[in-house]
């Protein structure tokens, strides 16, 4: 029969694992830039839906082919200040990728376009928006989470879960039972949302190292 001393270690391991998310700073750093994808995401399609409907729509003159040009600039700049978060909150250290032509250095715009970087940041901030639906949800249960654990010290608590064919869906806590349970299931909503933050960070990373940049030297990526 196996020893309780054997299981200890394995047993300190399940409840590191579980409650790990808790204590470390990168859980909250990954939750931090999911839930800044949600007005990011926002911004870049708003620019994007109007910059290239009104710039395909007057291509045929001048004024349609600057505002495409404009676009164009504006992918690789938001691209860089995605790199910039990346770094600053998730766990890479990118460099700027270095594959433009003397022409795009100097000022022309075929120089963007020939470059690979361009596309591809291109298609992370069209991805991003991905981030941002995680990002909603994620703010959404933690903000719920938070609500079921002030139980605790805002008895009595009406807690809405929105609406089933228009009509509100409220729990209120009322009872020492009923605060227990509302605690309870706070704790395990938050800590599902800290789970979910640290893998859907790990997502993001993987996208961030493919299409806005290269790792820098001496980085370790794991």
Do not use: C
Not at 19 to 47: D, E, H, K
Not at 52 to 58: D, K, S, V
Not at 124 to 141: C, D, N, Q, S, T
Not at 196 to 205: I, P
Request: aromatic share 10%; hydrophobic share 55%.
């Amino acid at each position: 029969m196996p020893s309780i001393a054997g299981r200890q270690p394995t047993l300190r391991g399940s409840i590191a694992a579980v409650f790990g998310p808790v204590r470390s700073r990168r859980t909250y750093a990954n939750l931090v830039y999911l839930v800044l994808a949600v007005p990011l995401t926002m911004v870049y399609w708003s620019l994007f839906g109007f910059g290239m409907l009104f710039g395909t729509l007057l291509s045929v003159v001048l004024v349609g082919v600057l505002i495409l040009a404009v676009m164009l600039l504006m992918v690789r700049a938001l691209a860089g200040l995605e790199r910039w978060l990346a770094n600053a909150l998730l766990a890479v250290s990118l460099e700027a990728p270095n594959d433009l032509t003397d022409s795009g250095e100097a000022g022309g715009l075929r120089g963007y376009v020939d470059a690979a970087s361009t596309w591809r940041g291109f298609g992370f901030l069209l991805l991003k928006m991905f981030l941002g639906i995680v990002g909603v949800m994620l703010a959404y249960g933690l903000i719920q989470g938070v609500t079921l654990l002030s139980a605790v010290v805002r008895r009595p608590l009406d807690i809405s879960f929105g609406e089933v064919n228009g009509e509100p869906v409220v729990w209120t806590v009322e009872t020492v039972p009923e605060t227990a349970l509302a605690m309870g299931a706070g704790a395990g909503l938050v800590l599902f949302v800290l789970h979910l933050a640290n893998g859907f960070g790990y997502v993001a990373e993987r996208m961030a190292l493919a299409l806005l940049g290269t790792p820098a030297e001496g980085s370790a990526i794991d």
